[in-house]
């Protein structure tokens, strides 16, 4: 019996799947959409998932009796229900395992970077102005990097690399994570997230979503920001409090700020900050795609790959 694996993602994960998984397994692209993997799933033996997009639940694991592993081309995994996959013995692989690995995978971080200066410089809204047929810069003011604070919450590997943008454009950086001991030259150690946040004109947020940081950026902190702080969050919704958030940009004590991720996600038409975002310019949501790059998602789709050959070779 031909072992069938499933890849969830963009088309050139999947060539990159194929490449390595292709004489052991049938390889089948499945669409991230809910009704096309629960079609699926009856007969899968893994499933190599790229897109986060479908949230795997514990119903649709117990329809497939041949499931064997899952392996997530990513770090998070907080869309897997895990109540029977741990019944079962089925592990869920995932790159947060990989830190050496991913060290020089850099578009989650290069995003982040994106997004602050779209926000100090009010990009879209400045291009918006132009497409419309106008010329007015004092529209559109923007903050001068050079001489202003970024503070991070969490400085690992993508955090370590946003330290160095900012102090390429001549920001200090000062950082919170008490899990890491070595922190990049010239970055200031912070003891307690207060003392981040008082001070720093852009905060970003870099840690996984666990129980511990699920609520880590608080109404109580988001109250005491420096005022017209930028916040970026390219980690996962729920670490940031979003209605606080939402709170603040109506407020005007946060600035601005830029989203990669949102709690609940990819259910966001009824979304808040979506609804916020429609209207005011100073909030910049884009669709998780921090870590999506061609070039970046063969090669990390490759290596969650790699990671199902043992089990195949049983």
């Not at 031909?2 to 669409?31: I, M």
């Not at 897109?51 to 694991?61: A, E, G, H, Q």
Request: with cysteine; proline share 4%.
């Amino acid at each position: 019996m031909v072992r069938k694996v499933l890849y969830l993602g963009a088309g050139e994960g999947f060539e990159a799947t194929g490449e390595v998984l292709g004489e052991l397994a049938e390889v089948v692209h499945v669409d991230a959409t809910v009704d096309a993997v629960r079609a699926a799933l009856p007969t899968a033996w893994g499933i190599l998932d790229a897109s986060m997009r479908v949230r795997i639940t514990d119903v649709m694991v117990g329809a497939a009796p041949e499931l064997r592993i899952i392996s997530c081309a990513t770090t998070g995994s907080d869309h897997i229900e895990r109540g029977v996959l741990t019944a079962r013995g089925i592990p869920v692989r995932t790159l947060k395992e990989d830190g050496d690995f991913l060290r020089n995978i850099t578009p989650a971080a290069e995003l982040t970077w994106a997004l602050v200066m779209g926000l100090a410089r009010r990009l879209v809204p400045a291009v918006a102005h132009t497409r419309a047929g106008h010329w007015v810069r004092e529209s559109f003011p923007g903050m001068m990097l050079n001489g202003r604070r970024l503070g991070l919450v969490g400085c690992g590997r993508i955090g370590g690399w946003v330290a160095r943008y900012g102090q390429a454009f001549g920001l200090s950086v000062v950082a919170y994570d008490p899990y890491v001991q070595m922190l990049p030259p010239g970055v200031e150690r912070a003891w307690n997230l207060e003392g981040v946040i008082e001070q720093v004109d852009v905060l970003s947020v870099h840690v996984h979503l666990s129980d511990e940081t699920r609520g880590l950026v608080s109404r109580v902190l988001l109250e005491r920001c420096k005022p017209g702080m930028l916040l970026i969050n390219t980690s996962r919704g729920a670490i940031v409090d979003e209605a606080a958030l939402l709170d603040g940009l109506q407020s005007g004590r946060v600035g601005g700020a830029g989203l990669d991720v949102l709690d609940g996600e990819p259910d966001i038409a009824e979304h808040p900050l979506i609804a916020y975002a429609r209207d005011h310019d100073n909030l910049l949501i884009t669709p998780h795609c921090g870590g999506f790059s061609p070039d970046a998602v063969r090669i990390v789709c490759r290596h969650a790959a790699q990671k199902m050959l043992g089990a195949l070779r049983e």
